[in-house]
């Protein structure tokens, strides 16, 4: 019933930009926190970054400084914005989010699809 539907992911040469989201849909009461993990190619799954329903952030220290995490509660939406893009950024891009669906007052983790986004040098 609750779904995480990723959009930005794509090409790109180093250097450069994208921007990802991730709209939260269903019956849903409340979003605490949301958040964005990668995995790249023999790796583990890491965290990038990670918002709360207050706004307090957490990045990667390997992303500090080039991403920006945001939210949108009105939307249900979280956004990366990835700048200054190394070939090391390349992975699949896994949104999640903490969800308190309506009538419920017990969170659940939910998972994205995930968003290939490959950084080309």
């Known amino acids: 019933q609750v779904q995480l539907v990723e959009s930005g992911g794509g090409l790109v040469q180093a250097g450069g930009s994208l921007r990802l989201s991730c709209a939260a849909s269903?019956?849903?009461?409340?979003?605490?926190?949301m958040g964005w993990y990668r995995q790249a190619p023999g790796k583990q799954r890491e965290l990038v970054a990670a918002?709360?329903?207050?706004?307090?952030?957490n990045y990667a220290d390997s992303v500090k400084g080039r991403f920006t995490i945001s939210r949108d509660n009105a939307k249900n939406t979280v956004y990366l914005q990835m700048n200054s893009l190394k070939p090391e950024d390349t992975a699949v891009y896994y949104c999640?989010?903490?969800?308190?669906?309506?009538?419920?007052?017990?969170?659940?983790?939910?998972w994205g699809q995930g968003t290939q986004v490959t950084v080309s040098s």
């Open positions: 269903g019956i849903i009461f409340s979003i605490n926190t």
């Open positions: 999640n989010a903490e969800i308190v669906r309506r009538f419920s007052m017990v969170p659940q983790g939910y």
């Open positions: 918002i709360t329903s207050g706004g307090t952030t």
